[in-house]
Structure formats: C-alpha cells, structure tokens
C-alpha cells in the first residue's frame, strides 16, 4: 500500500493513497521531521507521543470522576424522590385522614342513631369538611405553588416566609434588597424558591432554633439567597465536601451548579450555620418552557 505524508491545517497526516485513510495526529515540529520515515513507525510515534497520553489520562479520569458522581446525584435523587413521598403521605395521614374520618364517624352516629339531625350536628360537620378542604388547599400550595406563575422571586420567597412563620410558629425574618422586578425564567424561579424551602426545613428539623435571617439581593450578574441561623451549627471542618453535609444539600448543590451556580457553607459549632446561594440571573425561557408554555396555552 502506498503512503505519504503530509502536513494540513490542523496537524500532519499519514495518507494511505488506495483508501484515502487519514491519521490525524498533534501539531509537533519533532512530527514534521520524521515524515521520511516509514509510515508504521511515524503512527506509531503518533499514537504513543507523551503528550497524546497525558490527554487521554486527563480526559478518562475526568470522564470517571463525572460519571462516579451522575451516580452518586441520581442515588441523590432517588433518596430525595422517597422522602418526598413519604412527607406527602404523612401530610395525607395525619391530616386530610383523620380529618375525613372523623366527619364521616359523626355522620354515621347520626344515620345509625335514626333520628333527625340537628342543626348543630351538620354545623360541626360542615365545619369537618371545610378543615379537609383548607388541609387539601395547603397540601396543593405546598406542592405547586401558584405564587411562582404570578409574582418575582422575591415576593415568592417572602410569601414562603411569611406562611412558615405562621404555620410553625417560627421566628424567620426575611430581608428583600431588591427593589426592581428581576424576570427570571420558571426553572430558576422554581429552584430558587424550593431552595429557600429546603433551607427552612433544614433549620427547624435540625438548627434546634427557629429563628433565621434570610436575604435575597442581585447584582448587575449575579442573584444572591443568603440564609443564616444561629443554631447548632457544624464542625465544617470535618465536611470535606458538599457530599458529607446529607443528601438533601448535596443535591440542591448540584442543581444549582446546573445554572453555573455556588452553593457556600459556612458554619462552627454551637455558632450558627450561613448558606449563600449565588447564581447568574438567567431570563431566557428554555426550549422545554416553550414548549410547556405553548401545550399548557
């Protein structure tokens, strides 16, 4: 088989003239010297140049450390996706249940009991099922809020704060230093404010306080959700990374590093714990919004 070599724009090639097959290898002077000698030898060199397998080496552990961690996100998310469940279903047991049960229970006295019911007793029944109805509506907000398609990120998360203060008798103070509308596109929007949301439970389950500052500001680039409590804090020198402070930050982290985020910690013993989220203002809808804006149009 016949063979030449030659040098084009982006390195030097071997061409096999009967099939028309390139090689393209790195730009090295070193290569363009060696082109009299044979063919197999020159490939030889190509494929084995330290630098090519520096680059490869860099690139294989690269592509292992990413892959070990999608696998560790979605092992992640799998864990978030069952705890979510089982909150819910909590939510319908010792709530909307409970609830339902004890108008149907006074419903049946009075069916078995053959009388004619009382005003009174379709008045407490009425005011069962108006409980269950309120307990339905606050899962539903819960789950979807509707704020998010109607007000800035901003008035979201005071409205948030302001509903956990009143639901769970919390003492959080919530600080907007935004005084412009910033349109952020819904993804954003949602991650932002179920960030806040996931934060505020943090701080009841486990600050052992329930009392918490938090602010949301924006830069010319930037939009900043800052949320510090004065609880038990943690060593943060013992947590190596994100990964060691639990599966619900750990995910949250990496959904914020979607949208070229930082998620910051930082905390001490019995000192309190700060988290600052900070990630580029973002407007343009994505191609799955448009699309879900035009089905849902």
Partial sequence: MAC????????????FM?????????????????????????????CKTPENDDTTAAH????????????????????????????????????????????ISRIKNITESGTTPRKEDLHDIQSVLEQALREVRSLIYRLSPPILDDFDIDIAIGFLVEETNAREKTEFVYTNHIKDPVPLHHTLKVTLYRAANELLTNIRKHAGTLKAKIQLSVTDQDIILQVADQGCGMDIQKVKNIQDCGFGLYSLSERIQNFGGTL??????EQGTQITITTPVMTKESAHEKTHAHHCG
Avoid at 4 to 15: A, F, H, N, P, R
Avoid at 33 to 45: A, D, F, S
């Fill in 4 to 15: 030449t070599c030659q040098s084009g724009m982006d390195g030097v090639y071997i061409c």
């Fill in 264 to 269: 910051k910690i930082a905390s001490a013993r």
């Fill in 18 to 46: 009967e099939d028309n097959v390139k090689v393209p290898s790195i730009k090295s002077p070193l290569l363009r010297t060696l082109c009299i000698r044979p063919c197999q030898k020159l490939v030889q060199m190509v």
């Fill in 60 to 103: 294989t552990a690269a592509l292992a450390r990413r892959t070990a961690q999608l696998k560790q996100l979605n092992e992640h998310l799998v864990y978030c996706e069952e705890i979510q469940r089982k909150t819910i279903a909590s939510d319908l047991h010792d709530s909307i249940a409970q609830t339902l049960g004890m108008g």
